[in-house]
């Protein structure tokens, strides 16, 4: 539980780095260059830029979006793996009393195996 608050706290500071750092000045830096495009060229210019950047983020979108799905996958294939471990080895007298160390063995490669895929 602690590690799962640990990354959560984390990926919180990530996110807002992130938008006040990168995605707020990319924004004012689009419009600007939009009003620039509106005002001082032909019409046609500024509608083509706005073509190309709406294109552009719809494409960046749905590239993220595929790339978060798979970071999510790999987030909880690193938790159920991490989790394997300390289980078995928290719980290691009664592993060694029951004879089930194969079990454990088998149990933490088959999760170990999925995160490296």
């Known amino acids: 539980m602690v590690r799962i608050v640990s990354k959560g706290g984390q990926s919180f500071t990530t996110v807002l780095r992130m ?3 990168n995605l707020i000045p ?4 689009i419009g ?4 620039v495009f509106a005002i001082l060229f032909d019409w046609r210019f ?8 709406v ?12 790339r978060a799905k ?9 938790q159920n793996y991490n989790q394997k471990a300390t289980d078995s080895l ?8 029951f004879n089930a160390e194969k ?13 490296k895929k």
């Open 19 to 21: 938008m006040f750092f």
């Open 26 to 29: 990319i924004l004012m830096e």
């Open 32 to 35: 600007f260059t939009l009003l």
């Open 46 to 53: 500024f509608l083509l830029n706005l073509v190309f950047i």
């Open 55 to 66: 294109s552009y983020l719809s494409m960046t979108w749905c590239i993220t979006q595929s």
């Open 70 to 78: 798979q970071f999510k996958d790999l987030t909880l294939a690193d």
């Open 90 to 97: 928290l719980n290691f007298e009664t592993v060694k009393y």
């Open 103 to 115: 079990h454990e063995e088998n149990r933490f490669e088959i999760a170990l195996n999925a995160y």
